[in-house]
């Protein structure tokens, strides 16, 4: 989900592609100072990826040559949600990021992007309140896009930012512009939002500017589920659908530094009728893109997801970074299933059994291809093709 604790768990450091003068499987270096934070984004020669210093989250620039580190700043989470996951973003082969250097107001960050093969920041904006991931905006491959807080009124002399909107930052210059000039909505695909509304919460589709249909959000998922604890949704535009997976918090635990899902009853997902925002079918216990742990490579693979039994805990160091270690319920299991978009269908059903690396939540390893996906697993990987399910053993 666009959502998962904000200091997701990171899989390893940087690693080069092995030369055909090396032998597989060998380590050319180790870079270390460091605990990874996310998945590693390369980028020309250089490895970039979120770590852990001395209890700060930093963005790091690794030289694929030597493992040196090239450059790194200090980096944050801004105002995203609980479950958004921290990911390397590339866009116009620039690096986008959140900084981390505002102490007194921690959610206030600069949006900056900088040269990954140098580490020169080409664009940094004022501080705000970011509330979703930078990601490229339609129609504008030299920008970034993201929602912010803005401030929607006062009281007496203090502002009130209680509402959200989308703004778009060039990469080269750090021009700053409101997409939208309504408030009060959370992006949370290319159509959906929400409208900020609570006690109910609300899902509605908009589609150049204008309010195709606004549903209440338990209608779709059931009681208890706000995209306030994150959020993953996926278009399949062809069938009329969109499919989104959220968390009802009811089956959310949370007791000193420690956080319990109900994986089974907590998470779910729904197919949305686009023309009207009707519920086509849900599926409980399942997470698209399996809580992005599974690459899906942007072929037919899209409609994955994971099916849960059980339970998992996320235990994080008292200081709230680096990595959680995880513990399973006796009764965990997991499955990766493809499904029909349209029905929610199981199409094919692969066991995985108490697979916990696929709990490391967006410690993803790369598709293949289009055709094939990579599931992590205790003593190394499995190969599935997504048209049929069928598995091999990953070979060097």
């Known amino acids: 989900m666009k959502g998962n604790p904000p200091s997701s768990r990171g899989r390893s450091s940087a690693a080069p592609t092995p030369s055909s003068s090396t032998p597989k499987g060998r380590a050319l270096w180790t870079s270390k100072g460091f605990v990874p934070e996310s998945s590693v984004e390369i980028i020309g020669n250089v490895a970039t990826l979120y770590g852990v210093h001395d209890d700060q989250l930093y963005i790091y620039g690794i030289d694929l040559a030597d493992g040196s580190t090239k450059w790194s700043y200090p980096a944050s989470t801004s105002g995203m949600t609980e479950r958004q996951r921290i990911v390397i973003t590339k866009i116009d082969e620039k690096v986008v990021f959140y900084d981390g250097t505002s102490p007194a107001q921690q959610d206030q960050a600069a949006m900056i992007a900088v040269d990954p093969s140098t580490g020169r920041k080409t664009a940094e904006t004022e501080p705000r309140k970011w509330t979703s ?73 908009r589609v150049g500017g204008r309010t195709v249909w606004q549903v209440r959000l338990d209608s779709i998922f059931g009681p208890g589920v706000s995209s306030d604890y994150g959020w993953d949704f996926a278009s399949f535009d062809d069938q009329g659908v969109e ?24 998470f779910l997902t729904s197919g949305i ?38 339970k998992v805990t996320f235990t994080y160091p008292a200081s709230g970074l680096g990595r959680a270690s995880i513990t399973l319920s006796p009764d965990f299991s997991v499955a990766l299933e493809r499904y029909d978009p349209a029905t929610g269908a199981t199409r094919w059903s692969v066991p995985l059994g108490a697979n916990q690396e696929l709990m490391k939540f967006g410690e993803s390893i790369p598709a293949l291809d289009d055709e094939h996906v990579v599931i992590p697993t205790a003593t190394g990987a499995t190969v599935v093709d997504v048209r049929d399910g069928t598995m091999r053993t990953a070979r060097d």
């Open 243 to 266: 499919v989104g997976s959220m968390l009802a918090h009811a089956y959310r635990t949370v007791i000193n530094n420690s956080i319990t899902y109900d994986l089974a009853r907590g």
């Open 273 to 310: 009728r686009q023309s009207n925002g009707g519920l086509a079918w849900r599926q409980d216990g399942t997470a698209i893109h399996c809580e992005d742990v599974v690459d899906t490579g942007g072929g037919p693979d899209l409609s994955l997801w994971c099916r849960y039994t059980g």
């Open 133 to 205: 991931a930078p990601a490229e905006c339609d129609a504008m491959p030299t920008s970034a896009c993201a929602t912010a807080t803005v401030q929607t009124g006062s009281v007496g002399s203090v502002p009130i930012f209680n509402g959200t909107a989308v703004f778009s930052v060039g990469l080269n210059d750090g021009a700053v512009a409101q997409r939208n000039a309504e408030t009060g909505f959370r992006q949370l695909s290319t159509d959906l939002v929400d409208p900020d509304l609570r006690d109910p919460d609300f899902l509605a589709r």
